[in-house]
């Protein structure tokens, strides 16, 4: 099975850095990657698909890129809205990455 | 716009099923897949598995032969079936839809524990 390695585990940032957040694969998993954020006691939402496309409704500051084993997920601008959980989710077999938690420094 | 409502116990007995329902708002539950993840306390996500609307089902190889996966498209509705209970399977438990193997919409989930 394909094992999805994010890191860090958590970051510590404040409002308006640039935040990324790497995923990296066991072995190539070509662009089916996708990306989801999570709050505390709430559902997780999905922010990116197939690597870089950005569901509809999400802010434009969330971009996703990558190939073959690694990809990441980069906050241009980090709101107050955005510290949560995020989670990367690999197409085959539908496995999730750890998840990163983004908190205030 | 369309929304899922998980229903079901949550409290199961070691041993026993755990079973739950999803009922699908605002569209029909064909034509796409529908899917089961969990999260225990403090951790992470885990797939449980799905149901696509042509009949094929899958799941994750973790939870070997304990699931079925079952819809009722009379209901508009998902179902979840777990046999054998243990307090591992204690979670916060999510149906979603799922689309070219992305999770676009969920539910707000239901918390099940696992405890006699």
């Known amino acids: 099975d394909i094992q999805m390695t994010q890191s860090p585990s958590t970051l510590s940032a404040s409002v308006g850095d640039r935040v990324t957040i790497t995923c990296r694969a066991s072995?190539?998993?070509?662009?089916?990657l996708a990306w989801y954020q999570q709050k505390p006691g709430k559902a997780p939402k999905l922010l990116i698909y197939?690597?870089?496309s950005l569901q509809t409704g999400v802010p434009s500051r969330f971009s996703g890129s990558g190939s073959g084993t690694e990809f990441t997920l980069t906050i241009s601008s980090l709101q107050p809205d955005d510290f949560a959980t995020y989670y990367c989710?690999?197409?085959?077999?539908?496995?999730f990455g750890q998840g990163t938690k983004v908190e205030i420094k | 716009q369309v929304q899922l409502q998980e229903s079901g116990p949550g409290l199961v007995k070691p041993s026993e099923t755990l079973s739950l329902t999803c009922t699908v708002s605002?569209?029909?539950?064909?034509?796409?897949?529908w899917s089961w993840i969990r999260q225990p306390p403090g951790k992470g996500l885990e797939w449980i598995g799905f149901?696509?609307?042509?009949?094929?089902?899958n799941h994750n190889p973790s939870l070997k032969s304990r699931v079925a996966i079952s819809v009722d498209t009379s209901k508009n509705q998902f179902s979840l079936s777990l046999n054998s209970a243990t307090a591992a399977d204690t979670a916060v438990y999510y149906c979603?839809?799922?689309?070219?193997?992305?999770?676009?919409?969920w539910g707000q989930g239901t918390m099940v524990t696992v405890s006699s």
């Open positions: 149901f696509y609307y042509n009949g094929t089902t």
């Open positions: 197939k690597t870089s």
């Open positions: 979603v839809r799922g689309v070219s193997y992305v999770f676009d919409i």
């Open positions: 072995q190539s998993i070509s662009g089916w």
């Open positions: 989710q690999h197409y085959n077999n539908y496995s």
């Open positions: 605002g569209g029909p539950v064909g034509r796409y897949s």
